[in-house]
């Protein structure tokens, strides 16, 4: 059983940056990490995916340009810098991970954490 534990999230104003990161445990080095976010009245959408050597990543559209996802395997934890913050990336962000590739939907990740939330104003 993987447990994940997002931090970073808080009040932001548009056009700043964050950092989000995810502690994991037991160690993550065997899976697939990612990002998903989900706005009030919205469905979970996917955001970025990491391999699990970290040299391969995927982002949403949505975010491509102003994010970038990383994970430090010796601390098990990933992050999500996020730059140019824009008041439609207000959302709950949660960290997953499964086994396996990449994947963009959530209902292949595995495990997920509690989340963190991130409001941007305007």
């Known amino acids: 059983q993987v447990q994940l534990v997002e931090s970073g999230g808080g009040w932001m104003q548009a056009g700043g940056s964050l950092r989000l990161s995810c502690t994991a445990s037991?160690?993550?080095?065997?899976?697939?990490m990612a990002w998903f976010r989900q706005a009030p009245e919205k469905e979970r959408e996917f955001v970025a995916a990491?391999?699990?050597?970290?040299?391969?990543?995927l982002y949403a559209d949505s975010v491509k340009g102003r994010c970038t996802m990383s994970r430090d395997n010796a601390k098990n934890t990933a992050y999500l810098q996020m730059m140019s913050l824009k008041p439609e990336d207000t959302a709950v962000y949660y960290c997953?991970?499964?086994?396996?590739?990449?994947?963009?939907?959530?209902?292949?990740?595995?495990?997920w954490g509690q989340g963190t939330h991130v409001t941007v104003s305007s």
């Open positions: 037991p160690r993550t080095v065997a899976y697939t």
């Open positions: 997953a991970a499964k086994y396996g590739p990449r994947a963009l939907e959530a209902r292949q990740y595995d495990y």
């Open positions: 990491i391999s699990r050597i970290g040299g391969s990543i």
